[in-house]
């Protein structure tokens, strides 16, 4: 993942500002995510792909004991200030071995992670490692039929049954992102679930926040109406 550690060193501080107010993340995803966590109060959980720490902090002010990891630097930086000192945050690598012993978690939270990935077989294999039997893997992801979607409007005609690479482009600030993302079927999901030894609990399709709905009105009914993201609570067995 090294061209996603470069982009988001390089717009870490646009792209946290952006990630703290906007729709999809503080009032879709996010939201979404703690909804499916539940109560976490005394629980070991592992927020892999931390960022600058938005979850972390959520989750911790709810009661659990949280370790954070991140690919970017420039992110985790930004963690260690909002979190402390204190705060167990280390640089590292979905993609790569955790630096974590068998069995330490109870959750697992991957944030708009796993897309970033062309093959999900080592990095769930690593997640179930990690967890505690009967632990929770807790993911978001880019919603196929979504992606699909803009590809075709973008007018391309990829194979939805195909696993293909879609570049991904926004604006943070002064600054373009440019990473690559890896669009899959849902089926192409559940059997790299099932593979690492997980057992699907929750798909979700959740709503925005009520609350964005005077913020982002425009925005709130196209997202409301037609999911970007798509979630999974996933138990590992």
Known sequence: MTQVRSEY?????AYNAENETNL????????????????????RVLDAGCGAGPLFA????????VSGIDVSPGMLELARRRLGADADLRVADVADPLPFADDTFDD????????????????????????KPGGRLIASVNHPTADYTIERLSGRRPDYFETY???????????????????????????????????????????????ARELFPDDFFLLSTAPSFLFFVLEAA
Not at 108 to 131: C, M, N, Q
């Open 108 to 131: 697992v939270i991957a944030s708009l992670v796993l897309h970033y990935l062309k093959d999900w077989g080592p990095t769930l294999t690593e997640f179930r490692r990690v967890l």
């Open 58 to 65: 959520a989750l911790r002010e709810r009661g659990a004991v």
């Open 9 to 13: 060193d390089r717009a870490a501080e």
């Open 165 to 211: 690479a879609s570049p991904g482009e926004w604006q943070v600030g002064d600054h373009t992102i440019n990473v690559t993302f890896w669009n899959r079927p849902l089926h192409a999901m559940t059997d790299a679930f099932t593979a690492a030894g997980f057992r699907i609990s929750v798909l979700s399709e959740p709503q925005p926040a009520p609350e």
């Open 24 to 43: 999809q993340n503080a009032y879709y995803e996010r939201p979404a995510t703690l909804a499916l966590a539940g109560e976490v109060a005394g629980r």
